[in-house]
């Protein structure tokens, strides 16, 4: 549910580029609405299922009572972290990412010292734990919304955030939806595949699956390291794409991947300068400590190719390509990656070095062929497209201001004489509130359309 989310990043940073400020609301309304309604099935589904879950995993009754009654506390800190995240998302978006991850960094401590305070000194149930963390998202979100609206930072986006229901424009609905079900289905691939590797893993012996399952601690790591690169370069470069500015953001992404790459090749250097200090500090056993020494070189190396792959991924997405940077993502793994790891583990029986080299090899392929789709792609073509994107939601959402403009008009024109000087001062007011809508809206798409000396495109009128 996931993409939902995610698609913010791309979609109103190409919203925010054209200057159309009431659908980058519009956008991150659709999403928080998109998200809830589709996390409350399955929560739904998960809360009715999660005890039997638990038994088939081998666990006891007790330990399955105790999932049965945290877990519609833990769809509540789900449900309330996707909309936090989407409208922190939103405010990256807007040039306010200094602030918005001040406060995330300021929630995420307080969220750790609260949970530590009343388990320690109040003893507390896993359920108020997590009541505890429900409060601290919901107050931090607030405060988020609160601060925002003082500052009047959101003075430009209020139409589209509390106007009205985004929901009923279909066109911007349809692109959202688009984005977000690539990038929903990318993330569960991710996911899905390191699991599966995971469960290679466990045929090969308790010990391979122990240390398999440190070396994820460690690789999430080595992903959180440029993971924010890749952010800032999908937001900057759709901001130029709907910006009208092709030149600019094909240079922005090249930037980026270059960064990347230095990032990845000194944290990947670092890393392997400490294989024999780490392994210590991730656990006591010496059996697991010496698999992790042998595994940490092919890391390193899988490192660079996984984080360039990811950053490509996110660049691609910035040209609203997402169903191609997932499609070729897919193919990687379930063509690659997964056979490549059947065949280390269950039929050569090699150990996680095996596994290892199923991954990097994956990555690197998934990585390549990205930065292939880059280095071909027509900038000039996708930022047309994008502006044309921008420019049909404004049209459409123009179409229903005008009609109820025209609805309340007639409705004043039928009235009764004797509350007939009312009903013009309420209508006309409407009617008055339409227009400079209507007006603002076609100024939106003008400045979105205009191309810059820097594009060399026509404007999309």
């Not at 699956?209 to 601690?217: N, Q, S, V």
Request: glycine share 8%; with cysteine; proline share 3%.
């Amino acid at each position: 549910m996931g993409g939902w989310v995610e698609a913010i990043s791309s979609l109103g940073s190409m919203a925010f580029g054209a200057g159309n400020y009431e659908l980058v609301g519009q956008y991150v309304q659709i999403s928080m609405i998109g998200y809830t309604l589709c996390q409350i099935p399955m929560g739904l589904i998960f809360g009715a299922t999660i005890d039997k879950i638990i038994l088939l995993m081998g666990f006891s009754q007790e330990i399955a009572d105790l999932a049965k009654e945290f877990v519609w506390v833990a769809v509540a800190i789900d449900i309330m972290d996707g909309i936090g995240e989407a409208y922190g998302d939103f405010l990256e978006v807007v040039d306010k990412e200094s602030y918005a991850n001040i406060m995330d960094s300021l929630s995420t401590l307080v969220d750790v010292g609260m949970v530590a305070l009343f388990v320690i000194k109040f003893d507390a149930t896993l359920t108020v734990v997590g009541l505890v963390m429900v409060m601290d998202t919901c107050l931090f979100f607030s405060l988020n919304i609160i601060i925002s609206i003082k500052m009047g930072w959101i003075v430009k986006f209020e139409g589209g955030l509390f106007g009205k229901l985004a929901l009923r424009n279909k066109d911007v609905f349809k692109d959202l939806f688009k984005t977000a079900l690539p990038l929903a289905f990318g993330s569960l691939l991710g996911y899905a595949e390191w699991e599966i590797m995971t469960v290679f893993a466990a045929i090969l012996g308790p010990a391979e699956a122990a240390t398999w399952a440190i070396l994820g601690f460690c690789w999430d790591i080595f992903e959180s390291t440029t993971e924010a690169i890749g952010d800032a370069g999908e937001v900057r470069c759709a901001y130029q794409m709907g910006k009208g500015r092709p030149v600019t953001a094909k240079l922005a992404a090249y930037k980026t991947i270059f960064i990347a790459f230095m990032v990845t090749v000194l944290f990947s250097g670092i890393f392997l300068s400490l294989k024999d200090v780490l392994p210590p500090l991730l656990t006591t056993d010496p059996t697991i400590q010496g698999m992790l020494v042998e595994l940490f070189p092919l890391i390193a190396v899988g490192n660079v190719a996984m984080n360039i792959g990811m950053v490509c991924w996110a660049l691609v997405g910035a040209q609203n390509r997402y169903h191609l940077a997932t499609s070729i993502a897919a193919v990687s793994s379930l063509l690659v990656t997964v056979p490549i790891g059947v065949m280390m583990s269950v039929w050569l029986r090699i150990d996680l070095q095996g596994l290892a080299f199923a991954v990097v090899t994956g990555d690197t392929l998934t990585a390549t062929l990205l930065t292939v789709v880059l280095l071909m792609s027509d900038w000039e073509k996708l930022s047309i497209k994008i502006q044309a994107m921008v420019a049909a939601g404004s049209e459409e959402d123009s179409d229903d201001s005008s009609s109820s403009s025209s609805s309340s008009s007639s409705s004043s024109s039928s009235s009764s004489s004797s509350s007939s000087s009312r009903s013009f001062k309420r209508c006309g007011s409407k009617d008055i509130d339409a227009a400079i809508t209507t007006t603002s809206e076609s100024k939106s798409v003008s400045v979105g359309s205009k191309a810059t000396p820097d594009a060399r495109i026509p404007p999309i009128l």
